[in-house]
Every structure is written in structure tokens, then in C-alpha cells.
């Protein structure tokens, strides 16, 4: 008498395309995602209403650095000695933030003494800009 040898199936599923379309899928969020890219400065006008509601989110500090050390606090210049006066000014009874717009040419070392200049205004959230 002849037995047959009856081969097992293999129910198991096979997941490396599941792993591949995965990995494409998050590789396609990845890419399509907007990046956050910081306003410019333009000289518009906007035009004018009778009714408004105030904004009462709090607005980010804006510095910006040039390579010359000239530094703007939120578009006005002022020198680097008299910036912590000027922090210290600010109201910051709400949480801020500030946002340091350096150019990459600028040392390191004045961008931390910037840095330290926030953190003794009682600003904690600082952000960097970069491209």
C-alpha cells in the first residue's frame, strides 16, 4: 500500500510587502508635509474695519542678528548692550516666546550671550530660525 505524503500548507501570512508599503507610506507623509517657514517683512497696507476682536494670543519676540552684530528687536534697532533693557520692558506677565533670526555667519558666542539675555527677561521658550 502507497501512502501519500500530504504536504502541510503554510497559512501564515507573509508580511514583507506589508512592511514595504508601510515604509512608503510614511516616507510619502514625510515629504508631502509643509514645512513651517517663518513671515517675512513686507511693507503692505492692510485695510481697515469698524469691528475687530483683538488678538490675545501672545506674540513671539522677534531678533534678528546680522553678521555686523546690528541687532532688531521685533524690527526696531537696538544696540546689543541696550537689548536686556529693552527684554526687561517687554510685558511678560504672559508666556512668551522669542523666535532669533541669526545669520550663519555670526559667532556662536553672541548668539548664546543673545540667548542668555532671554533667559534673564524671564523668556524660556526661544526658537532658532534656520532654512
Known amino acids: 500500500m502507497r501512502f501519500r505524503n500530504e504536504e502541510e500548507e503554510n497559512f501564515s501570512l507573509d508580511l514583507t510587502p506589508l512592511v514595504d ?3 512608503l507610506l ?21 485695510p481697515t474695519s469698524k469691528v475687530s476682536i483683538p488678538d490675545e494670543t501672545p506674540k513671539a519676540i522677534e531678533l534678528e542678528i546680522t553678521v555686523d552684530k546690528q541687532v532688531f528687536l521685533n524690527g526696531d534697532k537696538v544696540s546689543l548692550k541696550s537689548l536686556e533693557s529693552a527684554l526687561k520692558k517687554i510685558d511678560t506677565d504672559k508666556k512668551k516666546a522669542a523666535i532669533i533670526r541669526a545669520d550663519k555667519n555670526l559667532p556662536y558666542g553672541d548668539v548664546i550671550k543673545v540667548m542668555g539675555m532671554l533667559q534673564s527677561a524671564r523668556v524660556l521658550d526661544i526658537s532658532v530660525a534656520v532654512q
Request: charged share 20%; glycine share 0%; net charge positive.
Open 26 to 46: 510614511l516616507i510619502f507623509f514625510m515629504v508631502s508635509t509643509v514645512f513651517v517657514d517663518f513671515k517675512r517683512r513686507m511693507d503692505i497696507s492692510l
Open 21 to 23: 508599503v508601510v515604509f
